[in-house]
């Protein structure tokens, strides 16, 4: 790795994007790197071109992205740490604009579909966008005062916009899981604090193989606190599962539980083990 790398993070979108907020979140030292797709934003950190990967894995209101649990563990890459973005999406307008002025919003399919409320009780027409960032980056450059975006405050700050209303989110609980990822593996200090490990597996093929599998972490009392299925390449008949459970391999429960999953898979990849989120506690005491 180069050493301009050494000071880089890559993420899918456009600078403003909820993707570049949770960078700045956590790696503020580190250069932004926008990326068009998931996999380039991986090839930079395979590269040697990026120190770190920022990718979004879950949503509290649409559930899993799309494509990411077939990219990690072909990655080459392994997790170190997770962080949750609160969702909050604002109306952004051109300088000088007015609220009672905006005809139309922009932004992705699913924001618009996020501020139905909000448009419908100031009559505001959407109009679906790329993705967030890119409509801010669109608004600015039209000039047009009647047409506003919907997007992040980093997306306003970066394109010069102004933000006519805050929080128009329908649900106040939207919450995306984001993954930073590095080609070094570097593993959370089990003395450090609590720590996930996050792996993926594949059962052999045998009656109630998965049921099998899974009475280790019962058993041992780990909580497991993730456990998703998908294919591999397009089959039916093959099953990949990916799996979350709190506590470290090196916690004598989690130690058994992984060893006697090990007796009913065909292969199993630990693909990080990093500390849990604070956000874990807080949204339970919420009752997230």
């Not at 051109?94 to 419908?120: D, M, N, W, Y």
């Not at 019962?218 to 497991?224: E, H, L, S």
């Not at 299925?229 to 599962?241: K, P």
């Amino acid at each position: 790795m180069n050493t301009t790398a050494r000071g880089r993070i890559a993420f899918q979108g456009e600078l403003g994007a909820y993707s570049h907020q949770a960078c700045r979140e956590t790696y503020a030292e580190l250069e932004p790197v926008p990326c068009p797709t998931f996999e380039e934003a991986i090839a930079e950190v395979r590269q040697g071109d990026a120190r770190l990967a920022m990718l979004p894995i879950e949503n509290s209101l649409y559930g899993r992205v799309a494509d990411i649990h077939h990219l990690l563990p072909q990655s080459g890459l392994y997790i170190i740490r997770e962080h949750f973005v609160p969702i909050r999406l604002q109306l952004l307008g051109l300088p000088g604009a007015r609220l009672e002025e905006i005809s139309e919003a922009q932004s992705h399919t699913v924001a618009l579909g996020q501020c139905r409320r909000f448009l419908k009780t100031h009559a505001i027409r959407p109009v679906t966008g790329a993705d967030t960032a890119g409509s801010a980056v669109q608004v600015a450059e039209g000039g047009d005062k009647s047409r506003a975006a919907i997007a992040s405050t980093l997306a306003g700050e970066i394109n010069g916009l102004v933000v006519l209303a805050a929080d128009i989110e329908d649900a106040d609980h939207n919450t995306t899981r984001f993954l930073a990822m590095s080609r070094q593996k570097i593993e959370a200090d089990r003395l450090d604090g609590a720590a996930m490990t996050s792996f993926v597996f594949e059962v052999r093929n045998v009656p109630a193989a998965l049921y099998k599998a899974m009475g280790g972490f019962a058993t041992n009392g780990v909580n497991m606190v993730k456990l998703e299925s998908y294919m591999v390449n397009g089959s039916f008949t093959a099953t990949r599962f990916y799996a979350e459970v709190e506590g470290h391999p090196d916690d004598r429960p989690v130690e058994l539980a992984l060893e006697e999953l090990g007796f009913f898979c065909k292969q199993m990849k630990v693909l990080g083990v990093y500390p849990k989120s604070a956000y874990r506690e807080e949204a339970a005491k919420r009752g997230g």
